[in-house]
C-alpha cells in the first residue's frame, strides 16, 4: 500500500505562484513514476506533469510546461509542484498519484491517488 497526502492549495490571484507537496508512506518508490493530475469543475480530470522517481526525469501536458515545474525529494518521500504565473484556468483540484508505469501520462496508469488539494485563482 502506499499512502498519499497532498498540501499547499489555496486561494491565490492571477500571476502568483504556489507550491503543492505531496507526501508518501508505504511502499518504496524508487522504481516508479509520480505524477501530478488536475481536475476542474465540470471537466475531466487530465494529467499536468510526472517525474520518474528514480532518475528524475520530468514530462509536462503542454497546458502548463515552462509554468510549472515537478520535482522530488527521495529523502523526504515528496513530491512537489511549483506553480507560476497562474490563470484562472488553473483553478482545479490538483490530485498527486503513483505509477508503475514509465512515463505514464493515463488516469488508468496510476494506481494509488490522494485525496486532492484545491487551487483557485481570481483574475
Known amino acids: 500500500q502506499v499512502q498519499l497526502v497532498e498540501s499547499g492549495g489555496g486561494l491565490v490571484q492571477a500571476g502568483d505562484s504556489l507550491r503543492l507537496s505531496c507526501a508518501a508512506s508505504g511502499r518504496t518508490l524508487s522504481s516508479y513514476a509520480m505524477g501530478w493530475f488536475r481536475q476542474a469543475p465540470g471537466k475531466e480530470r487530465e494529467f499536468v506533469a510526472a517525474?520518474?522517481?528514480?532518475?528524475?526525469?520530468?514530462y509536462y501536458a503542454d497546458s502548463v510546461r515552462g509554468r510549472f515545474t515537478i520535482s522530488r525529494d527521495i529523502a523526504k518521500n515528496t513530491v512537489y509542484l511549483q506553480l507560476t504565473s497562474l490563470k484562472p484556468e488553473d483553478t482545479a483540484v490538483y490530485y498527486c498519484?503513483?505509477?508503475?508505469?514509465?512515463?505514464?501520462?493515463?488516469?488508468?496508469?496510476?494506481?494509488?491517488w490522494g485525496q486532492g488539494t484545491q487551487v483557485t485563482v481570481s483574475s
Open positions: 517525474v520518474r522517481w528514480g532518475i528524475g526525469m520530468t
Open positions: 498519484a503513483r505509477s508503475s508505469i514509465s512515463w505514464a501520462r493515463q488516469e488508468s496508469e496510476y494506481d494509488y
